[in-house]
Each structure stands twice: as C-alpha cells, then as structure tokens.
Nanobody
Framework: QAQLVESGGGLVQAGGSLRLSCAAS????????MGWFRQAPGKERDFVAA????????YYADSVKGRFTISRDNAKNTVYLQMNSLKSEDTAVYYC???????????????????WGQGTQVTVSS
C-alpha cells in the first residue's frame, strides 16, 4: 500500500507563487509515474500535471502551461508542483496521485491513478 502526503498549500494573492510537495512511502517510488490533479468546489477532479518515473517527461493541462512546473526527487520520494503567476481560478484542493502500472500512456485520466493523497487546499485571492 502506498501512502501519499501533500503539503505546501495555503492562501496567496493573485500573481503569487506556491510550491506543493507530495511525500510518498515505500521503496518503489522511483518506479512510478506521478501526477497532480485539482478539484474546485462543485467540480470534478481535473488533471494538472504529470511526470514520468525518472522525470524525463512531463505533461501539463493547457490551463497551467507556462505557469506550473512538476518535478521529482526520487532520493527523497517526493514530487513537487511549483505554481507561479497564480490566478483565482487555480483555487482548489490539490491532490497527488500515483499512476498505475496498468493504465497505459494516458496521463490525463483520473482512472489512470490508483493511489491518492488527502489533498492540500490552495486559495488564490484576487
């Protein structure tokens, strides 16, 4: 069983920055692709960014391209989401997910991820 724990959320003004962290348990972290999703009140959980197991490839939702950067440190079992130029529409609970081995190449689908953290709230004030 994998455990994922997000941190780094908070309240920030529009135009500001935050860095989210997701710490994973287990010795096999470096074998898994990882992703970040977010869920605003009354909306579905949406894809934000993903990174392959060794960090060689990254994927982003169009809405965050050029503003957010996903990275990972396999020595620390941690994946990060650096968020710059934040907008009010970025307000949501952000979740870290571990991509299943069996989900193929679809990094954008919620169903491709089999373990989730508890989420961290990001609120951007305008």
């Amino acid at each position: 069983q994998a455990q994922l724990v997000e941190s780094g959320g908070g309240l920030v003004q529009a135009g500001g920055s935050l860095r989210l962290s997701c710490a994973a348990s287990g010795r096999t972290f470096s074998s898994y692709d990882m992703g970040w999703f977010r869920q605003a009140p009354g909306k579905e959980r949406d894809f934000v960014a993903a990174i392959t197991s060794r960090g060689r490839s990254t994927y982003y939702a169009d809405s965050v391209k050029g503003r957010f950067t996903i990275s990972r440190d396999n020595a620390k079992n941690t994946v990060y989401l650096q968020m710059n130029s934040l907008k009010s529409e970025d307000t949501a609970v952000y979740y870290c997910g571990r991509k299943s081995y069996y989900s193929g190449s679809d990094y954008f689908a919620l169903a491709s991820y089999d373990y989730w953290g508890q989420g961290t709230q990001v609120t951007v004030s305008s």
